[in-house]
């Protein structure tokens, strides 16, 4: 199998330089529209496909994003593996504006989103004990520390759904009761999703600000956050461009089980299956369909 690296990209991250033959495409998914089309191309020789998660111009909002119609439309496109890039706000002192976290664990606290492919008429529990893949994490690792960022290996995230930032009662807690290390917007349901999708996934968390708990730092302000992002989007570019090298051409049985994780998850017996679920699921689920 051909490794296709597909990119998700955050605040301040609306394209990939660089890409041999760059086609915008549309792609139509049962779940509705994807947050924009898709930039397809390759780089360095590997297939690649970049989706801007709040479209181009920034018009989706953390929870109108249709998460669901992503993660399809990236796997129905052969997407093998997903990176995703995500502004984010620290809860740690040594986490600062301008470095790059590599999130191996969330705490979710969405409340506004489908967060499953599955339903009704067929049901699945996969598991995400460990919901990001550790492969694609290290390959994240080595890229950010070749581009020259300060990079962090391993994090939490908590997923709030926004649009507002936390109060400060909030931000203490997530980071003094629940030990979070840094707080986004967008990585929940995107990354359970992944999971359903049978897609290794790694997420790289840029760091923004400090949240509301910092003594120094005051309130989140959007104008210092996008000064940051301008940086931060230079160097996720820079990220990008070296995981093609450091991923290879030919795509390999993932060792953590990400690419098999509706082996054993669907429990609703073959004769009870929904007709109308089994066709939305035609890309999500075919390989055990």
């Not at 795509?251 to 679920?277: I, N, W, Y």
Request: charged share 25%; hydrophobic share 40%; glycine share 10%.
């Amino acid at each position: 199998m051909d490794t296709m690296i597909g990119v998700i990209g955050g605040s301040g991250v609306y394209d990939i330089e660089g890409l041999d033959a760059p086609e915008w495409r549309q792609v139509e998914t049962p779940w509705g529209e994807p947050s924009d089309a898709i930039l397809f191309g390759r780089l360095n020789g590997v297939k690649m496909a970049f989706l801007p998660r709040h479209g181009r111009g920034h018009v989706h909002s953390p929870s109108s994003i249709n998460y669901r119609a992503n993660i399809d439309a990236l796997k129905r496109s052969g997407v093998t593996d997903v990176i995703s890039v995500s502004a984010s706000g620290s809860f740690r002192e040594d986490m600062a504006p301008g470095d790059f976290v590599i999130v191996d664990q969330f705490i979710d606290r969405t409340t506004a989103r489908e967060k499953s492919f599955f339903g009704t008429g067929f049901v699945a529990h996969v598991s995400v004990a460990h919901p990001t893949c550790s492969r694609l994490g290290e390959a994240c690792h080595r890229a950010a520390t070749e581009q020259g960022v300060t990079v962090h290996k391993g994090g939490t995230y908590l997923a709030m759904e926004g649009p507002q930032f936390s109060s400060l009662a909030e931000s203490r807690m997530y980071r003094e009761v629940w030990r979070a290390d840094v707080i986004g917007m967008t990585n929940m349901p995107e990354a359970k999703l992944a999971r359903e999708a049978e897609m290794c996934y790694a997420s790289v968390a840029m760091i923004t600000d400090y949240d509301s708990w910092h003594p120094d730092h005051g309130e989140v302000d959007v104008s210092d956050i996008i000064a940051t992002l301008t940086g931060n989007a230079d160097n996720a570019r820079g990220l990008v461009k070296r995981l093609p090298g450091l991923l290879g051409a030919d795509r390999h049985v993932c060792d953590q089980g990400c690419d098999r994780a509706l082996e054993f998850a669907v429990l609703t017996a073959p004769d009870k299956r929904s007709p109308a679920m089994l066709g939305m699921l035609d890309a999500v689920a075919g390989r055990i369909l």
